[in-house]
Nanobody
């Protein structure tokens, strides 16, 4: 019953910004940490960012820290990823993901912390 629907991807030039959105349903959203994963063709899915269930802390991969910001709207069951200063290395399908554990004490920090994700939204950054 868990459903995660990503949107907001597109094709942009290097240096541009995008905001990805994720609409979540089918579970007590406010009690779960959420995150973003991404995958490029021929590569493994990798961790991008995560936010604690109560929004008290966040985690970012080193490659996006300072450029990307994850946020969580518990009232609207939405997750966002603001992406600034995009580079071609950011090109990937981006997936919204839900933590395996309800009310994890700290923010998730790796891909194996998640057990559900959506269909993804494509982000393409041209040079």
């Amino acid at each position: 019953q868990v459903r995660l629907v990503e949107s907001g991807g597109g094709t942009v030039q290097a240096g541009a910004s995008l905001r990805l959105s994720c609409a979540a349903s089918g579970f007590p959203f406010g009690d779960f940490a959420m995150g973003w994963l991404r995958q490029s063709p021929g590569k493994e899915r990798e961790f991008v960012a995560a936010i604690k269930w109560d929004r008290a802390s966040t985690k970012y991969d080193d490659s996006v820290r300072g450029r990307f910001t994850i946020s969580k709207d518990n009232a609207g069951n939405m997750v966002y990823l603001q992406m600034n200063n995009l580079t071609p290395e950011d090109t990937a399908v981006y997936y919204c993901a839900r933590d395996r554990q309800r009310r994890r004490y700290i923010s998730p920090a790796g891909i194996r912390d998640f057990n559900a994700w959506g269909q993804g939204t494509q982000v393409t950054v041209s040079s």
